[in-house]
Every structure is written in C-alpha cells, then in structure tokens.
C-alpha cells in the first residue's frame, strides 16, 4: 500500500511539475535527480544491503542492534564531501561541460542537500528489513516523501514555477522523511556502550558491504546512462520527455518492489539454513505474483501511455514505440530481476558483480551507439538490450552455483492474459481514446476489471503450480 500510494503521488507530482516547467526545465530536474540517485545509492557503501544479512537473527537488545548507529556514522562524511564538491565547483564544470543549460548547476546544489538524510534513511531501511520490520522506512520512503515533495511544490509554484524550485523541495522533503525514520529508530536501534564495539562479526560486514554496494552502484549507472547519454546528445528536452515515459512506466514495477521489500532476509535466513529448494520457492512464488499485478499496468501503459499528451500537452508527445520498449524493460525487471537476491543474499555476491559489470559495459557501448543517432528510441533499444543481457547471464550463474531456477516459465502467462484481452478494448476505442482523456480511463478501467476477473476465475490452477516453504 506504501508502494501503490507513492508510485500515485509520484505520478501526480511528476505530472503536475512537467505540465508547469515544459520539457527543457523538467529534464534539467530530471539529471539533478538521476545524479542524486547515483550518488545516494554509492554513500551508503552497501550498508542498505549487507544490514539485512547482519541483523536477520538478531534478537531485540542485542550487540547488533546497538552497532547501527555506528554504522551509519561511517556514511555520513562521505555525503557532506559530494556537497562540498557541488559547491566547490563540479556543479559549474557539468554545466557548461555536459549539460549546456543556464541553471543547471544550483538545481544540482541544492538537490544535493537532500543526500545526507537520503543516505542516513537508506542504511536505516536496510537495518528495520533486516529485522523484519520494513514499515517505518516503507511510510518515510513511500509516504512522507513523496507527499512533502508534491506539497511543497504546489506552494513553492505559487510565485512562478521553476526547477530551482523542485530542487528545494526535494531537499526539504528528504529531510522531513528522514525524520521521520529517525523517531522510530531510536528506540528499535538504541545509543549506548555498545555503540562503539567492533567484533568480529561487524568487521567481516564492512569487508561485504563495499562489494553489495558497488554491485548496487553499477546497477543503477547502467539504470542512468541512457537518460544521461540523452543529455549530452539531445539536450534537455528529450531528457524530460524520457523521464516522463520512464515515470509512466514505473508504474509497473510497484508490485515486484512491494513484494520485494522483505525478500533479501528471507531468502539469506532460507539459503543459511541450507534449504535451497525453499529460496527457489520464494523467488518463483514472488516472481508471480508480481506478474500477476503488473501485467495489466504493463500492457495497459503500452497500449494507452502515449496517450500522456492529453494531459502533459503536445509538448510532451511519446512516441508509442519507445514506451513499448521501456514497459518492456520495467517488466522484464518486474518477473526476472529477483534471480540477483539468490547471488547477492546467498555469498555469490561476486559473480553478481561481473555480471552486473558486464551489463554497465553493454549499457554505456549501446547509449552511445544508438543514442546519438536515434535519440529516446535509441536510448529505450539500449536499455532492453542491456536487461535482457544481464537477465539471461544471471539466470545461467543462479543453476550453475546454487542449483535452482528464479523464474518460473507460469510468470509469463498473465502478461500473455492482460494482452489477449486488451488488445481487442485497444482498437475498438483507439479512435475515441486518441482525443478523448475521459474515454481512455474508461477503456483502460474496463481492460483492468475484465483482467482481474478472468484471473481471480483461473487463480486455482495457478494456485496448484505455486511452492510450498518447507
């Protein structure tokens, strides 16, 4: 619900925020964020990641439980030097170097300023999964956020829009979420002698935590290069354009990440219990389901996404192809990408890194390829490219090293489903939904209620295929 409500709000706020900025001031938002996304997933040095390892046995009062506070203590320079950088004069040097628009360096600042809390909130979120408790990050990260952010921008607009504007409420909203987390932590985390103890358990975490955390970073440059390869080759409006596509079409992965959010510590407790056949179960059983959810939002955005202009304005024009393309990617993430829990939760952490090296290589070869040439298509073609690469290398080294299979070939039915039925809804209303907002939700209303109910009709014979956990 946490998920559902924030990708809601995001939507709102994203499309609220470009329908006032226009797509040259949106893009410049939109590499502001990209660069912070980067840089909150390298600050916490995989902390987020390795604290669901450390803690998934710690029982309340414990050693661990004290050791956090340590931990994010280590993260927080780190975050203040990227500031100190911004300010210093990298912000300047990427203006007038890569991304040639007036501006461009104070929205980069001030954006910057919303790392420290992001960063201190990240290594909080992988503290509360670990102990199985993943609800004080979920309404930080997915509730308060995204709902100051929105608020804030509807005030700051009130004197003029601008995307110095966004940048401040995005700092700001960090900073409220983060306190919000840091009320709830200091109870289930709490300070005292045993803050400072460094054992033998927690200095064999920081020797992992750098490996989880460069896997992490390369995923998410690989995730970048084509929205950033747009920036250098096309300028800022095919950035915001790009970034409104890829706003629709994270719609699709809300189910995989809510289902996903205490699976790393299932599967670590599963694997350590040296139950591998239990791990296979978690991933197809969670590989399903979320296909089950996301196959109508993923048809349902390929058919009718490009229909954002009628609310964006003409300005905002998405080509239906390239959409297709990143749907397709989203929900390739969505069924597939769990198979790097069972390296990356199961001490395969390496072989999760060359792969995920190689699909940064592929990623970065391909942008620059295609990008320069064919602008957003080019950048959707490298992106499905990429994930598909790093999908097909990940599923060969899960069998060859732990034995099991992530992806259950069933996951693929319900997208097969959603299509069957809402091809037929497509071209029977496509000439009243081209100009009409109110007659494209109420063909995409009808295509997602007759989805549901032929589902909930065939759920017994999917039901029979699902694992148990033994």
Known sequence: MCLIYNQVVTALSGVYIASHLGPAEYGVVSLARTALVILATIAPLGLDLSLQRYL???????LQRYQVNLLRLTVLPLSVLIILACTAGFGSYAEATWFPNSGFSAVLTITMLA????????????????????LPSLIASYAVQPTARFILALILFQGGASALDVAYATSMAA??????????????FPVGRKTFTLNADIKQLLLYSPILAISMVVTTITRSTDALT????????DVGIYNV??????????AGAALGQSLPGQVANAYKSNKPADVETLLKNTALLASVFAAPVYVGVALWGNRASLVLGAAFEIDAVALTLICSTQFAYV????GGLALSMTGHQNPELRILLVGMVIQIFASLLLVP???????????LTTTFSILFMR???????IGISSVPIYALLPPIVAAALGLPIFFVTRELTQTSLAWTCIAGTAFVSIYFVVILLGRPLVLKRQGKIT
């Open 230 to 237: 747009l920036g250098v080759f096309s300028g800022t409006t």
């Open 175 to 188: 900073i409220l979420s983060a306190a919000t987390v840091w009320i709830i932590a200091a109870r289930a």
């Open 245 to 254: 596509a890829l706003l629709i079409g994270q719609l699709i992965v809300v």
């Open 335 to 338: 069924i597939f990408g769990f």
């Open 395 to 401: 599923g060969i080294a899960v069998k060859r090293l």
């Open 115 to 134: 790392l420290p809390p992001l960063v201190d909130q990240a290594v909080l979120g992988g503290a509360f999964r670990g102990i199985m408790n993943p």
């Open 373 to 383: 040439h064919f602008g957003i298509g080019g950048a959707a073609v490298s992106s």
């Open 56 to 62: 998934a046995f710690a029982p309340p009062n414990s």
